[in-house]
T-cell receptor, first 114, second 113 residues
Framework: AQSVTQLDSQVPVFEEAPVELRCNYS??????LFWYVQYPNQGLQLLLK??????LVESINGFEAEFNKSQTSFHLRKPSVHISDTAEYFC????????????FGKGTKLTVNP | EPEVTQTPSHQVTQMGQEVILRCVPI?????FYWYRQILGQKVEFLVS????????KSEIFDDQFSVERPDGSNFTLKIRSTKLEDSAMYFC???????????FGSGTRLTVV
């Protein structure tokens, strides 16, 4: 079984500041890792994923996440946020092979202030 | 970009009534899912569906729940006799062959009164 912990339920930052949203996971098997974003009144959108290979993965809008196997973490970072990044961010894991179900963290609400 | 479409966006129902939540997955996708999020809690897996049958379900998905793909395009979740604790946002998702991440719909907010 897997579990995901997102330690910060809310993260307020000012525009153009850097941000890190933390995600730690627990699993007895190897996993795939995902970050999803939910903008107000919208569904969950895949932001980026780690499947294998390079531990640093990037999205098209400037976010990146680094898989750290020893620390069982997959933190999401952006060097300079925009007001339009205000949303809720969900970390999720899925086992490699076997079950396809995603196990989600509770989410982190990122609020970017002017 | 292809979308997963869910209807209605918001449904209010009386306790004990049956509800059907509807989803149109992406047309060439083969794997279908329902998740739910009770207010303030995690997004939780309910069921996965492949090749016209349930491939996995959670302990939440009891006999009150059923899923169906009646016509090759729609994917429905039925709750037979709703309870207050079924109030949640329900998300449908689909995935294509060889993919690893799902495409989610915008959700249906179900309120049981």
């Amino acid at each position: 079984a897997q579990s995901v912990t997102q330690l910060d339920s809310q993260v307020p930052v000012f525009e153009e500041a850097p941000v890190e949203l933390r995600c730690n996971y627990s699993s007895s098997v190897s996993v795939y890792l995902f970050w999803y974003v939910q903008y107000p009144n919208q569904g969950l959108q895949l932001l980026l994923k780690y499947l294998s290979g390079s531990t640093l993965v990037e999205s098209i809008n400037g976010f990146e996440a680094e898989f750290n196997k020893s620390q069982t973490s997959f933190h999401l970072r952006k060097p300079s946020v925009h007001i339009s990044d205000t949303a809720e961010y969900f970390c999720a894991v899925r086992s490699q092979g076997g079950s396809e179900k995603l196990v989600f963290g509770k989410g982190t609400k990122l609020t970017v202030n002017p | 970009e292809p979308e997963v479409t869910q209807t209605p966006s918001h449904q209010v129902t009386q306790m004990g009534q049956e509800v059907i939540l509807r989803c149109v997955p992406i047309s060439n996708h083969l794997y279908f899912y329902w998740y739910r999020q009770i207010l303030g809690q995690k997004v939780e897996f309910l069921v996965s569906f492949y090749n016209n049958e349930i491939s996995e379900k959670s302990e939440i998905f009891d006999d009150q729940f059923s899923v169906e793909r009646p016509d090759g395009s729609n994917f429905t979740l039925k709750i037979r006799s709703t309870k207050l604790e079924d109030s949640a946002m329900y998300f449908c998702a689909s995935m294509g062959r060889g993919e690893y991440g799902y495409t989610f719909g915008s959700g249906t907010r179900l309120t049981v009164v």
